[in-house]
């Protein structure tokens, strides 16, 4: 019954997508300060000192509000791209996120190569229906890689990208995109962290602070 009433595309699928939007958060939630889960947002935004204006870009970009390191600075004026393989969380972004470029992508370190992506349906994204009924989509996935994707100068790029994130950051072109601020997600110490360190002040990023597994890297002037 409820894959029935909520496949993609159903009128139910619509309404349930608006009534996440609009009434859980729009309403019942539009008092939060913070709609990061460490209170990353509040950070960036004293980073980038109230800035009303600018450019982002998140990778593996989930959910429009919920959790969102750049809701808050859409919310002042600015506005980018996001980017995630769920195509349930590309709808609400474009929904909720109209200005912006949305995208449904499995970005990677290798472009074309078709590989297994499994998502939860709209309530990994959403969070709205019990873990009992969550519904477990599998499908190929051609991947893309960032210079494919993104062609423009930002200030801001978020990584969240679920242990990937040094096999796509390191085929960013640091010398060519130079954001003031990059916030990844880094969720064990070990060899993948050192990676990432080692990458990043190679680059030219300095680390500056991290807020649970968030941790954020400026960059050095020349």
């Not at 109209?98 to 990994?124: G, P, V």
Request: proline share 2%; with cysteine; hydrophobic share 35%.
């Amino acid at each position: 019954m409820i894959k029935e009433k909520l496949k993609r595309g159903s009128i139910f699928y619509k309404l349930y997508l608006y009534f996440n939007i609009f009434i859980r958060y729009k309403i019942l939630k539009r008092h939060l300060k913070t709609y990061s889960q460490f209170g990353e947002d509040l950070f960036i935004d004293d980073f980038f000192q109230n800035q009303k204006e600018g450019k982002y870009v998140d990778l593996g970009a989930f959910h429009p509000m919920r959790l969102s390191n750049t809701f808050l600075l859409h919310k002042k004026g600015w506005s980018g791209t996001n980017i995630d393989f769920n195509p349930i969380s590309i709808d609400l972004f474009n929904i909720a996120r109209k200005k912006d470029t949305n995208i449904c992508a499995l970005i990677s370190d290798q472009s074309d190569i078709y590989k297994n992506a499994n998502y939860e349906h709209a309530w990994s994204a959403a969070n709205s229906i019990s873990s009992d009924d969550k519904l477990t989509i599998k499908k190929k996935m051609k991947t893309e890689t960032f210079d494919r994707l993104i062609n423009h100068n930002f200030d801001f790029l978020n990584i969240d990208l679920e242990g990937h994130d040094y096999k796509v950051l390191k085929t960013i072109n640091l010398n060519k995109f130079r954001p003031s601020l990059i916030c990844i997600e880094i969720l064990h110490d070990g060899p993948n962290k050192d990676n990432i360190f080692n990458h990043m002040n190679f680059n030219k990023f300095e680390f500056i602070k991290n807020l649970g597994p968030s941790f954020f890297f400026k960059r050095e002037e020349k």
